[in-house]
């Protein structure tokens, strides 16, 4: 079955910290994979995607993510948390060559202290 | 960059009624639109696809007399919820595929609808 784990529901880091949030994918052909952020209220901004080619992905607002085919992992990543990145975010995987709908994790929170 | 509308933001209804919730792709066409519903704290569930000029395809369990889609042009998509009653009440998100756009799908803010 096609799915999409986020492991940790709630996160809470001191500003300026490093953040990952990780995300596991169970799909059967090779996935488009894509890392969103929500705000209270708000509809979805892509942070990211990763289709094909290097592993290491660079997204908006410093954000980048790894794609590890041999855990079906697509792990979100940022070395100084601001206090801004306060959201829940969300993991998704879809499939390739272009592609029709998305499967969505389940979304991590993520807190920030000042 | 690509922007996708949605009209009204907030919409409070009374039992029974239906409401309209409209997506627009502003700046592209959208030759595919996609509804999704997220409850509180949870995750985006995909309702239906919805192509231009053909019917919409709705996920197992979503139901199609309920839900009504039209996907009447190539930038305009509406959700129609009828005969609301307070468990549709929930966070309504509509996004756009555009290959023009990099093969991504663009979301729209989201509706609110509360059914009172």
């Known amino acids: 079955a096609q799915s999409v784990t986020q492991p940790d529901i709630h996160i809470t880091v001191s500003e300026g910290a490093s953040l990952e949030l990780r995300c596991n994918y169970s799909?059967?052909?090779?996935?488009?994979l894509f890392w969103y952020v929500q705000s209270p209220g708000q509809g979805l901004q892509l942070l990211l995607k990763y289709f094909s080619g290097d592993t290491l992905v660079q997204g908006i607002k410093g954000f980048e993510a790894e794609f590890k085919r041999s855990q079906s992992s697509f792990n979100l990543r940022k070395p100084s948390v601001h206090w801004s990145d306060a959201a829940e975010y969300f993991c998704a995987v879809g499939p390739s060559g272009g592609y029709n709908k998305l499967i969505f994790g389940a979304g991590t929170r993520l807190a920030v202290h000042p | 960059g690509a922007v996708v509308s949605q009209h009204p933001s907030r919409v409070i209804c009374k039992s029974g009624t239906s409401v309209k919730i409209e997506c627009r792709s502003l700046?592209?066409?959208?030759?595919?639109m996609f509804w999704y519903r997220q409850f509180p704290k949870q995750s985006l569930m995909l309702m239906a696809t919805?192509?231009?000029?053909?019917?919409?395809?709705?996920e197992q369990g979503v139901e199609k007399d309920k839900f009504l889609i039209n996907h009447a042009s190539l930038t305009l998509s509406t959700l129609t919820v009828t005969s609301a009653h307070p468990e549709d009440s929930s966070f309504y998100i509509c996004?756009?595929?555009?290959?023009?756009?990099?093969?991504?799908?663009?979301f729209g803010p989201g509706t609110r609808l509360t059914v009172t």
């Open positions: 996004s756009a595929f555009s290959q023009q756009g990099g093969d991504e799908q663009y």
């Open positions: 799909y059967g052909a090779t996935p488009y």
């Open positions: 919805s192509n231009e000029g053909s019917k919409a395809t709705y």
């Open positions: 700046d592209f066409q959208a030759t595919t």
